[in-house]
């Protein structure tokens, strides 16, 4: 749960780099991480509001596929392979990220979502470990 303290810090941070967030990729601060989505908007608010977090969640699970020490010699169908693995069988939980912002722009909703970088990391995994999961699977 969000402390009054963590909210304001992100708050904060989100304030220094929102005019460098990108669509494409998650956005790092000194302490936290930022994910956005846009779509276009619909008859409802609030399913603008949910499909948009989703995605932006789904963007922060994406970032952490990057950061795997993938051996060089795997090619990348392989890759997908295992992370698709890993995805289907690890549950995430981000019960510390929040909604950042949210509005209208013409004709498109955005989200932005924040979540502390020691949460978001403690998700990250090794190439060896989606091996050795893989392996408990037979």
């Known amino acids: 749960m969000f402390t009054n303290l963590l909210a304001s810090n992100l708050e904060k941070e989100y304030e220094n780099i929102k005019k460098n967030m990108s669509i494409e990729k998650v956005m790092a601060s000194q302490n936290f991480f930022f994910a956005s989505s846009y779509s276009k908007v619909s008859s409802e608010e609030s399913i603008d509001i949910e499909m948009n977090k989703q995605i932006a969640y789904s963007k922060l699970i994406q970032h952490l596929e990057t950061l795997i020490d993938w051996p060089l010699e795997i090619n ?63």
Do not use: C
Not at 85 to 97: A, G
Not at 109 to 134: A, C, D, T
């Open 76 to 138: 990348s169908g392989l890759r997908n392979a295992l992370w698709n693995f890993h995805t289907n069988t690890y549950n995430f939980n981000f019960k510390n990220s929040q909604l950042v912002d949210s509005g209208k722009i013409g004709d498109s909703y955005f989200v932005i979502v924040g979540i502390p970088k020691q949460e978001l990391l403690k998700n990250k995994v090794s190439y060896q470990k989606i091996i050795n999961n893989l392996k408990k699977m037979k």
